[in-house]
């Protein structure tokens, strides 16, 4: 088991996955005590089988004094190379954090296998099992990836993660080209790559609060308390319940304290959190937000339970749902919520079950359903649609 510790050895083995059709990916990372992961362990892996033929997969070591992941982030804007991840997400924040970049193109097996029937939020040991025939070794899942040296065990369980995952990606792949799917999985994977999906605005912390409280003077409050909080964290890289958590915030927003004595009798508040410069920024957040105008109150977004759904209809939606999720092997919460359908119920035609494959293969015929032009019918154990 190779393991990089240089940028000139990672240049080497990035010139090389340059010629290859894929390379796959994933990451080690901690993030339990930090706002920002912390990038551990990266793994990567070449098509073929592992041998002196080819299938070559390594270890990245970025903890390693001498290494920078430019030569990676190259290979990420090399759009000759197809990078493959299983569950993309948090490993796309890593490197659009440290390196503002995106692997592309990007092709994300956990979202390629719900398109193709495999069902929602597939985890990668099932595809495992069932493609690659094979199973993981757990042991290592809970382990430190910041200590050194990894162990032989660490080192085998993290290069599974993407020895195994080129058979995936190679069946996961062929059969988005025989179902003529592809195009479906490129729409799934836009949000992966936009930047506004890892951008948190300290303004806009407050959206990530539950409150049932909608009254305009609390809600500013809360705005103000979120805007601190979060821009605390990101400053000193800490996570944001380390600063207070969400049931003191609320608290804070409903009591109002104007001073540390006020400060000193909440019962959610850390202690750290009563003095210094949380509990300054604490009081200046509640002295912004008395000093806000009415005007520039927040207002919460509208919620579906003040929509008026047509319950009749919202049945006959989830009975068309299961049907064209049953003949398109498609996950229904792939396709649609049942919050979304009865948005659609209720008349809303801004869904993401309207737009896309999902309108093709659903959302289409829900709106001719909703506008009396087709009807559903009883054919032994299925269900089929009827112009009207």
């Not at 985890?123 to 993981?136: C, D, H, N, P, Q």
């Not at 579906?304 to 939606?317: E, G, S, T, Y």
């Not at 049953?326 to 919460?333: D, M, N, R, T, W």
Request: aromatic content about 8%; overall charge neutral.
């Amino acid at each position: 088991m190779k393991t990089l510790t240089t940028t000139e050895a990672l240049a080497a083995f990035c010139e090389k996955a340059a010629s290859a059709p894929y390379i796959t990916i994933d990451t080690e990372f901690l993030r339990e005590r930090t706002y920002y992961a912390k990038l551990c362990l990266v793994q990567l892996a070449l098509p073929g089988r592992d041998g002196p033929d080819g299938g070559e997969a390594v270890l990245v070591d970025p903890l390693a004094g001498d290494m920078s992941l430019e030569p990676l982030y190259a290979l990420f804007r090399n759009s000759a190379v197809v990078k493959v991840f299983h569950a993309a997400r948090q490993d796309l924040e890593i490197f659009f954090t440290e390196g503002k970049v995106f692997p592309e193109p990007l092709f994300d097996t956990q979202v390629a296998a719900m398109v193709c029937g495999f069902g929602e939020q597939v985890g990668y040991e099932t595809l495992v099992r069932k493609i690659a025939r094979s199973s993981l070794d757990k042991t290592s899942r809970f382990t430190d990836w910041s200590r050194r040296p990894l162990s032989e065990a660490q080192k085998s369980y993290a290069l599974a993660d993407v020895t195994h995952l080129r058979v995936i990606y190679e069946y996961l792949a062929a059969e988005l080209e025989k179902t003529g799917r592809a195009k479906w999985l490129q729409e799934e994977l836009g949000v992966l790559t936009d930047p506004e999906t890892y951008i948190v605005r300290p303004g806009e912390a407050w959206h990530r609060v539950k409150t049932r409280t909608h009254s305009g003077k609390f809600l500013v409050a809360v705005k103000e308390l979120a805007r601190f909080r979060e821009t605390y964290a990101q400053s000193r890289n800490i996570p944001r319940n380390r600063v207070y958590k969400d049931d003191a915030l609320l608290e804070l927003a409903s009591t109002k304290p104007q001073s540390l004595e006020d400060l000193s009798r909440s019962r959610l508040l850390l202690r750290e959190a009563r003095r210094g410069d949380i509990a300054e920024g604490i009081i200046a957040a509640i002295k912004a937000a008395a000093e806000t105008p009415q005007a520039d109150y927040p207002k919460m977004p509208d919620t579906d339970d003040k929509l008026q759904v047509n319950p009749a209809l919202a049945d006959l939606l989830r009975v068309l749902l299961k049907a064209k999720s049953e003949q398109a092997g498609v996950a229904q919460k792939l396709i649609a919520t049942a919050s979304e359908l009865d948005a659609i119920a209720a008349g809303r035609r801004d869904g993401p079950a309207l737009r896309g494959w999902r309108a093709e293969v659903f959302g289409d015929d829900a709106l001719r359903l909703c506008a009396g032009k087709i009807a559903l019918a009883a054919k032994g154990s299925n269900v089929a649609v009827v112009p009207l």
